[in-house]
């Protein structure tokens, strides 16, 4: 209790509350499952000192009111959002790089629908897993220093990028000043401080990944699959996955994973720890929707 609680959490909590009057608890309470729950999700830490967890109060039902200087982003800008349907009807070497925003806004069927409806590829960020099934033949994997190569040579020479909900980190890009560049960018993100910290965006769209999705949807146009994505099924097929099949050695991890998969028909929700297991399962357990892979990133 000597210890600066709220101190010593502020630079890893989306915000904190130090209570000072029991009654204070609902209110406090009701609102920091909004801020954790809104915009882009985080932790909310609530410091109760114990003479304040053993004091009393009496509960009044009351009405939850607007929270003063925050204000979740919504719709993205109307003309932005033009602007980047006119990249995307326009690009040859377009992909999707999609990560744990489209999870948490619950875009996941519009993202499907985006990708099916222009025929463009989709790599994703552990995070990410599941937003976009791994089975559809769209899905090129996770990108990066942990992922499939064919994920990364499609991000390296692509020629538009539309990344949504995910912050270009250094486990996908690498040298930032090396990476992806011929490719111009759209990133839609909720948090405005991710857009231009990593990557410049041609076209950023502060919102929220779902509701800036319903907007572009009705402006992006049908699209054929062309010598693109002829060359990045290519470079998937030359350039799988692989690892140690000898029986002599035993049993490979991967193998396993992979098999975990089989077993289940990639159905399964999946738990890791942070490490190589965490790798293995990102790489070979495939799964087909989102909160389905369980993983701290």
């Known amino acids: 209790q000597e210890a600066d609680t709220i101190g010593v959490t502020m630079p ?47 509960w ?13 982003p919504g719709p993205g800008d109307p003309e932005l959002v033009r602007k980047a349907a006119e990249m995307i009807n326009a690009a040859e070497k377009p992909v999707l790089y999609i990560g744990g925003g489209v999870v ?19 790599v994703h960020t552990t995070m990410g897993k599941g937003a976009f099934p791994e089975t559809d033949p769209l899905s090129m994997g996770m990108p990066g220093m942990h992922g499939m190569a064919y994920a990364s040579h499609a991000l390296q020479h692509a020629g538009l990028i539309i990344c949504i909900g995910a912050r270009f980190d250094d486990r996908v890009t690498g040298d930032p000043s090396k990476f992806a560049p011929e490719a111009k960018v759209i990133h839609i993100d909720v948090d405005r401080a991710e857009i231009n910290k ?37 470079w998937r097929r030359t350039h799988p996955l692989s690892y140690n099949t000898d029986p002599d050695d035993g049993i490979a991890p991967q193998y396993i994973v992979e098999t975990l ?28 929707r989102p909160r389905q892979f369980l993983t701290s990133s």
């Open 12 to 58: 890893i909590t989306k915000h904190n509350y130090l209570l000072k009057n029991a009654c204070d608890l609902p209110d406090v309470v009701r609102e920091a499952f909004y801020i954790a729950r809104t915009g882009r999700p985080g932790p909310v830490l609530i410091d109760v000192p114990f003479d304040v967890s053993a004091a009393a109060c009496t």
């Open 104 to 122: 948490s806004s619950g875009a996941s069927d519009l993202l499907r629908e985006l990708a099916r409806k222009t025929n463009i590829c989709v």
């Open 261 to 288: 998969g089989e077993v289940t028909g990639n159905e399964a929700i999946v738990t890791t720890e942070v490490g190589q297991n965490q790798m293995w399962a990102c790489q070979y357990y495939k799964c087909v």
């Open 60 to 72: 009044h039902d009351r009405e939850f009111s607007p929270i003063p200087g925050y204000d979740p």
């Open 198 to 234: 990593v990557r410049r965006a041609d076209v950023g769209i502060h919102g929220d990944a779902k509701k800036v999705l319903e907007q572009l949807l009705p402006q992006v146009n049908p699209r054929q699959p062309g010598a693109w994505e002829a060359h990045l099924d290519e």
